[in-house]
C-alpha cells in the first residue's frame, strides 16, 4: 500500500467533504468539550459524534480526526481499527503524521477482519494472496469470501472471476489468476502494482501443494 490510498481513507472518514465550516461559539466549544470528557472516559457513542462532528467540519479538524479514530479503535469498533492499522501502516492519514507500525496495523486490520468488516476481510485476503503454498492461498479466499457473504463489491467480483467454489483446490496458476481479479477488482484500499516486485518474487519460488 502506498500514499495514494490515503485518498480514498480521508473520503471514508469524510475530511475532504466539506470546506470552510462556521465558526464555533463559546457554547459550541462547551458542549464540544464535555463530549470529549464523555468520550475519554469510554462512550462510544459519543466518540461517534464526536468523529462525525469533526469530520464534517473537514480538513482543518484532521488532527482531531485521527484522535477519535485511534480512540474508537481503541474501543475495538472494526470499521476504527481498519482506518487506524492503515494509518499505522502509512505512518499517517492525509498530512497528518502518526508512528509506523507494519504490524500493529497488519494486527488490527486482521481484527476488524475477524469482526466481519469487509474491507478489512478483503485486505486480508490480498495479504494471504501473496504466498508460495497452497495453505495461504486458501486463508485469502476464506477472507475474500467472508466479503463476499457481506456483498462487499470487490470480493463479489474477485470470487465471480474466479468461479470460485469450495471444492476448487488453490495451485500456482490459480494464485495468478487470483492476482488479476484482486487487481481488476476496483477495491479503493487497493494501489494495483505496488506489490509488482513482491509477487514476481514469489513467483519465482516453487509452489508448496
Not at 6 to 34: C, N, W
Request: proline fraction near 3%.
Amino acid at each position: 500500500m502506498k500514499r495514494s490510498i490515503l485518498f480514498m481513507l480521508l473520503l471514508l472518514v469524510g475530511v475532504a467533504a466539506y470546506s470552510q465550516p462556521r465558526e464555533l461559539t463559546e457554547e459550541d466549544k462547551r458542549k464540544i468539550a464535555v463530549l470529549e470528557q464523555w468520550c475519554e472516559q469510554g462512550d462510544t457513542e459519543i466518540c461517534e459524534k464526536l468523529y462525525f462532528h469533526y469530520f464534517l467540519r473537514g480538513e482543518s479538524e484532521a488532527e482531531n480526526i485521527i484522535r477519535i479514530i485511534e480512540t474508537l479503535s481503541n474501543q475495538k469498533k472494526p470499521r476504527y481499527m481498519f482506518m487506524w492499522g492503515i494509518a499505522l501502516i502509512e505512518g499517517g492519514l492525509g498530512r497528518q503524521i502518526t508512528k509506523e507500525d507494519y504490524q500493529e496495523g497488519m494486527k488490527l486490520i486482521s481484527k476488524a477482519a475477524d469482526q466481519d468488516y469487509p474491507p478489512a476481510q478483503f485486505l486480508m485476503g490480498d495479504y494471504y494472496s501473496k504466498s508460495d503454498n497452497r495453505v495461504d492461498i486458501n486463508k485469502a479466499m476464506f477472507y475474500f469470501n467472508c466479503a463476499y457473504q457481506s456483498d462487499y463489491i470487490p470480493a463479489i467480483r474477485v470470487i465471480k472471476a474466479l468461479d470460485y467454489d469450495l471444492f476448487v483446490i488453490p495451485d500456482a496458476a490459480f494464485r495468478d489468476r487470483l492476482w488479476k481479479a484482486i487487481d481488476e477488482s476496483g477495491d479503493p484500499y487497493k494501489e494495483v502494482g505496488s506489490d509488482k516486485k513482491e509477487r514476481a518474487e514469489i513467483k519465482r519460488r516453487k509452489f508448496i501443494n
